[in-house]
Nanobody, 123 residues
Framework: QVQLVESGGGLVQAGDSLRLSCAASAFSTYVMGWFRQAPGKEREFVAI????????YYADSVKGRFAISRDNAKNTMYLQMNSLKPEDTAVYYC??????????????????WGQGTQVTVSS
């Protein structure tokens, strides 16, 4: 069982930056991902990072603006969000996938989820 806790959300203006954190009770053996869900929309993939941190992948909508990273010694994952846009407004969730050899962008394939942190970007 993995417990995940997100932090770092808030209200910012378009063009600003935020850094989200995800603290985990156990970490290094899991592929980790960030997802988001806006009101009235399905949860969508944002970014994924491999167990070692050596491989990352992003949704087209955030590529070049967001950066995912992890510190296995601190059991913490990060999402640096730059040049934020109003359409980035959503609840952001971190998730952990324990299946070896899988690098998934599909939400239902992740076993463990945090409670989410709200990010609101005003225009």
């Amino acid at each position: 069982q993995v417990q995940l806790v997100e932090s770092g959300g808030g209200l910012v203006q378009a063009g600003d930056s935020l850094r989200l954190s995800c603290a985990a009770s156990a970490f290094s053996t899991y592929v980790m991902g960030w997802f988001r869900q806006a009101p009235g929309k399905e949860r969508e993939f944002v970014a994924i990072i491999s167990r070692s941190g050596g491989w990352t992948y992003y949704a087209d909508s955030v590529k070049g603006r967001f950066a995912i990273s992890r510190d296995n010694a601190k059991n913490t994952m990060y999402l640096q969000m730059n040049s934020l846009k109003p359409e980035d407004t959503a609840v952001y969730y971190c998730a952990a996938d324990r299946v070896l050899g899988r690098l998934s962008t599909v939400a239902h394939e992740y076993e463990y989820w945090g409670q989410g942190t709200q990010v609101t970007v005003s225009s």
